[in-house]
């Protein structure tokens, strides 16, 4: 079955960075897009960036110019490193893959980021 595990998450000080990775495995059909999402207490999961399967790549405002989202398909990993972190990026993190062939989401347990 198919299994995302994220990793990367912790502690820092506003300005600083952080570099989440989510391996994924168990999957057999092509995949139509990797995304990484976060959900803050009391609000609604968001999607921050993602990468499509042509390699366009999208971010949401907030993290425009500061996070970046890359992949490397050689080890089924899907990485977002994360500069600038200010103290609005406090949440937790989930890395997400969407099927090609239905458009099924698959969700990473998440990792926490705490910038204080």
């Known amino acids: 079955h198919v299994q995302l595990v994220e990793s990367g998450g912790g502690s820092v000080q506003t300005g600083g960075s952080l570099r989440l990775s989510c391996v994924i495995s168990?999957?057999?059909?092509?995949?139509?897009?990797l995304g990484w999402f976060r959900q803050a207490p009391g609000k609604a999961r968001e999607g921050i960036a993602s990468i499509r399967r042509d390699g366009d790549e999208y971010y949401g405002d907030s993290v425009a110019g500061r996070f970046t989202i890359s992949r490397d398909n050689s080890k089924d990993t899907l990485t977002l490193q994360m500069n600038s972190l200010k103290l609005e990026d406090t949440a937790l993190y989930y890395c997400?893959?969407?099927?090609?062939?239905?458009?099924?989401?698959?969700w990473g347990q998440g990792t926490q980021v705490t910038v204080s």
């Open positions: 997400a893959r969407v099927e090609a062939v239905n458009f099924f989401v698959y």
């Open positions: 168990g999957y057999s059909s092509d995949t139509y897009c």
